[in-house]
C-alpha cells in the first residue's frame, strides 16, 4: 500500500492563490490581509459528488479501485512485457464505438451486455476481459495512439525510464541536464510552467559542502578572504565533512 498526500500539494496551490489575492488587495487598498487556510476544510471541499450524495441519499461512498460511477469501461490494462500498462477511460457511447472498432471488435458494441452505459457497468468484469485479451497483445505507446485514433481517452502508464524519454515532455523542453561534479550529467525536473514574460531558468545541480561559502560569507556578508581562512583554519567551515568529537 502507498500512503496518499494529495491534499499536501493542493493546499499549497490554494494558498498561494489566497496569498495571491491578499497582495492583490494590499495593492489598491494599502491594507494587509490576514490568511486563514485549513488543510481539513481544503480536503473536505474536495470530496464534491460524495458529499452531495450523502446528504441526499446517506449512502456512503466505497472505494472502487480504477472503476468510475459512470466512465465505462474504465481501467488499467496489462500489455506486452513485464509490468506495463495501458490506461483507458471511456465516457461516452461514441468513445464506446470507437474501442469496439479499435480493438477490432465491433460486434461488442452490440452486446446486450455492453450495449448501454448502464449495462456495461452491470458487467464490467466481463468487459474488462475482453480488452484485457486485446491489450495484452499490444505495446501500450502503439495501443495509446491507435485508441486515440479512434477517439477513446487512452494513455501509456509511464516508468521512470519511460518518462525521462517521453516525448511531449521533450517537445515542452521540460527536462534540464545538469552537470554535478561527483555524478557527472543528468536529467533534473524544471518547473511545470512557462510564463511570457519571465523565461524558464535552467535550473542547476545541488551544491556541494561549502560549495558557496566565499558567496554567502564574502559577497553577502562582506567577511574578508582572511576571515573566512580562519573559520577554515579552525574547522567551522570547509567542504569536506569532519568527525564531530563526542561531548
Not at 23 to 29: K, S, Y
Not at 45 to 66: C, F, I, K, Q, W
Not at 126 to 155: F, K, N, S
Request: with cysteine; glycine share 10%.
Amino acid at each position: 500500500m502507498t500512503n496518499e498526500t494529495y491534499p499536501d500539494p493542493v493546499v499549497g496551490i490554494l494558498a498561494v492563490g489566497a496569498l495571491m489575492a491578499a497582495l492583490r488587495q494590499r495593492r489598491q487598498t494599502g491594507r494587509g490581509t490576514f490568511v486563514d487556510l485549513s488543510q481539513r476544510e481544503v480536503t473536505v471541499s474536495l470530496l464534491g459528488e460524495h458529499v452531495l450524495d450523502y446528504a441526499l441519499t446517506g449512502r456512503v461512498a466505497r472505494p472502487m479501485g480504477n472503476r468510475h460511477p459512470y466512465r465505462v469501461p474504465q481501467g488499467v490494462y496489462p500489455c506486452q512485457g513485464d509490468d506495463r500498462w495501458l490506461a483507458i477511460s471511456v465516457g461516452s457511447d461514441d468513445e464506446w464505438h470507437g474501442l469496439c472498432q479499435a480493438i477490432e471488435q465491433p460486434h461488442l458494441a452490440q452486446d446486450p451486455r455492453f450495449a448501454t452505459v448502464l449495462a456495461r457497468r452491470d458487467n464490467q468484469a466481463a468487459l474488462d476481459e475482453c480488452i484485457a485479451a486485446w491489450t495484452r497483445e499490444q505495446e501500450p505507446p502503439q495501443a495509446m495512439h491507435l485508441l486515440q485514433a479512434h477517439g477513446v481517452p487512452a494513455g501509456a502508464v509511464l516508468s521512470g525510464g519511460d518518462t525521462l524519454t517521453d516525448p511531449h515532455l521533450e517537445a515542452r523542453g521540460f527536462w534540464d541536464v545538469v552537470e554535478h561534479p561527483e555524478v557527472g550529467p543528468y536529467r533534473q525536473v524544471s518547473t511545470p510552467w512557462q510564463l511570457s514574460k519571465s523565461p524558464r531558468r535552467s535550473t542547476q545541480p545541488s551544491p556541494g559542502l561549502g560549495m558557496h561559502n566565499r558567496y554567502v560569507l564574502g559577497d553577502l556578508l562582506g567577511l574578508s578572504e582572511q576571515d573566512i581562512a580562519a573559520l577554515e583554519a579552525q574547522g567551522i567551515i570547509g567542504t569536506r565533512p569532519t568527525d564531530a568529537e563526542a561531548p
